[in-house]
């Protein structure tokens, strides 16, 4: 891909997952704690799948926009190239919720990064892997 013909990304504040103008986005929120990118949140019940449990999709959503969101607060604008999500066990709505991201590996243009979200007393409820390709390549 050239530098005349690949996408660019543009921020308009519509986000699903952190966008504030969305009325049914999910508003999250982000910092770093040292090298790892956090979320903290919980979940509305008009989120969740089976009764009381947080929708799967919902969870990968999560864990693609903490890992995403580290490289773009790095400066890296990246797509998801690769998501995988392992859910360990079920997630509640309607509980405090900690999902944390952190890099692994850059090769060239590629980011890897892991992901993992947890309940409120550390018990790790999935875990995520992704690769991301680099819009914009250095220096531009």
Known sequence: MS???RPELGVDDYCFACGR??????????????????CDFTAAREYQGWTDILHGGIVSTVMDEVMTRMLWERRIS????????RLKRPTPV???LTARAWLVSQRRRLYETEAELALADGTVTATATGKF???D????
């Not at 999250?28 to 956090?38: A, C, I, Q, S």
């Not at 390549?137 to 531009?140: A, Q, T």
């Open 137 to 140: 390549p250095p220096g531009e």
């Open 78 to 85: 990246a797509m998801t190239a690769e998501l995988t999500v």
């Open 21 to 38: 103008a969305n009325p049914k986005g999910l508003h999250l929120t982000f910092r770093f704690e040292g090298e790892e990118y956090v």
């Open 94 to 96: 309607g509980q405090p």
């Open 3 to 5: 530098a005349t013909d």
């Open 133 to 135: 390709l680099q819009v």
